[in-house]
């Protein structure tokens, strides 16, 4: 037992817990977005052999033998990321600027609004990168609340830390006590971690909203 476990990092023995640094994050959204664009995506989760090539496909990749269900649970925890911001970024009293990247919402607002969405803590001072892909992958998997005018999207800049949440902090931005309590909070119970990253986040919010609109809520569970 001592044995497979001391090699467990090296063998094709699956790992007691998965590990998302920001590579391995990387790895499987690029794997996701490349089964999407085959086709094994058909509704709002992948068919068996789209989950299996991603599944073989993560080992060569990353070297790293992470089952079905591990995979599976990394999925929903970036779907709902996203979709918090998402509706995050598309409520209007939150005033985002996709050309500044910066919320225009007053510290009330925000407390107001994370105490009813107290998931969105996280973003209070991060933002969620990778948007371009995940807008692809998730492409009409969920409704997002008010909306802005559609505008062009924007590539991205990825950056490189150590969490599944690629994230850049907003430019002077400064916390209060409250929001602030609440953040840390969020991301304390959060199975995920939330660092800031070096990368810029560039990509505007009406194409997201447009695939959005009028779809049905998330479907659970897949094959």
């Given at each position: 037992?001592a044995?497979?476990q ?10 007691r817990?998965?590990t ?9 959204v ?8 085959k086709g094994n995506k ?15 496909s993560?080992?060569k990749k ?6 079905k ?6 999925w ?7 979709k918090?911001?998402c509706?995050?970024?598309s409520?209007n ?13 007053s510290?009330e ?14 973003f ?18 969920v409704?997002?609340?008010?909306t ?14 150590t969490?599944?949440?690629?994230t ?9 006590s409250?929001?602030e309590r ?8 959060s199975i995920?971690?939330?660092?800031s990253s ?7 919010i009406g ?5 959005l ?9 897949s094959?």
């Open positions: 037992m044995s497979e001391k090699n467990s990092g090296t063998s094709t023995l699956k790992p817990k998965a998302w640094t920001t590579d391995f994050h990387e790895i499987f690029d794997l996701c977005l490349e089964q999407t664009l058909p509704g709002t989760h992948f068919t068996k052999e789209g989950w299996r090539n991603i599944e073989e993560f080992y990353a070297g790293l033998r992470y089952d269900k591990q995979l599976k649970n990394h929903d925890a970036t779907k709902e990321q996203w918090t911001w509706k995050l970024i409520t009293s939150m005033k985002w600027d996709p050309n500044t990247r910066k919320f225009g919402a510290e607002d925000w407390a107001n609004y994370i105490q009813a969405n107290p998931e969105a803590a996280q209070r001072f991060k933002e969620l990168v990778f948007t371009d892909k995940l807008d692809t992958i998730f492409d009409g998997t409704v997002c609340g008010e802005e005018p559609p505008t062009r999207r924007r590539r991205l800049s990825d950056g490189s830390t969490s599944l949440l690629h850049k902090e907003p430019r002077g931005a400064k916390p209060d409250r929001t609440l953040c840390e909070a969020v991301e304390s119970r995920v971690t939330v660092q070096l990368g810029k986040l560039n990509y505007s194409e997201c909203i447009d695939c609109d009028g779809m049905e809520e998330v479907e659970q569970g094959d």
